[in-house]
């Protein structure tokens, strides 16, 4: 738990972060196990507090995270995605603080990627023109990753990052990257319902449809920034949908290539910090080379009566998550190069 005490002297900026909000205008249901309770029209409730209570920190968040799922798929049956998805970007409108938004396996559930690139969940415009390291890679390009990089402050950098880069939704079938990603899933998964993982074992579990993969060409721009970040003494926050650690999720929520997207992270000497969502029960680890992994609880699996949202302080040598509800209080101190 964090105190007053363990806090340093100097804040350099905080900011807000939410995942798997997962909005539908219909009645209450449970997860695919049905061992968890969803409140899909409370989940809006909950972002209304989650919004109404950065807006009345003393200290206004320089941004807010949200990590993906942000309606839930069911709207696509009830013919009703874009009007969720208006209602929700609705209420982020109200917030003071600029939005960056990750896309998860639900957005895909519900829109292509042509759709998506061009909709108000492209936040990519947020992004650094900064023209001494790439900043994204063709934004337009529905063949493309979605990512892009920002630095809110001096010395601080973070990337969003598409953990659905390689995945069989949202693309169109005779895309190369589409075609790819089904001989990656079809390789392990026999099953007729891609998103069943009968027969698998262990970590072959998360060869399943909603999760997804970093394409070579991402982790190469990845590695490109991180690079520019080591040289420059910068500490580097990814965030993504899907977590990338075995230890900050479960065998079936864990991104197809996480081991070599942790090969680059390794590599590099400035990150301290990824974040995820997908998991709705959370998740956390440091690993051994120092990087924290924080898998943020989810909105819509959470009781009317509580909250899943933080605000995440940034210190010189540490960032502290206060949470409300769900989202527990921790400190994550920097590793000593």
Partial sequence: MATDADEPKKLNFTFGVIADIQYANTDNGYNGTRTMRRYYRNSLHLLCSAVRGWNEEVNTPSFILQLGDIIDGCNLQLKSSDHALQVVLDEFSKCSSPVHHILGNHELYNFDRELLLKSALNSTCLGNKDNSIETWSKPNDSEAFYGYHF?????????????????????????????DSMEILTSYNKNEDFNSSKGLHGLEKRFVAFNGGFSKEQLDWLNKILTFSDRNQEKVTIAAHVPIHPQSTNSHGIAWNYDEILSVLHAHTSVVCFLAGHDHNGAYCLDCHGIHHLTLEGVIETPPESHAFGTIYVYDDRMIVKGRGRIQDRILHYKKI
């Fill in 151 to 179: 630095s809110p402050f001096p010395k601080f950098r973070f990337i969003i990052t598409d953990s659905y880069d390689l995945s069989i939704l949202g693309r169109k079938y005779s895309s190369k990257k589409h075609r």
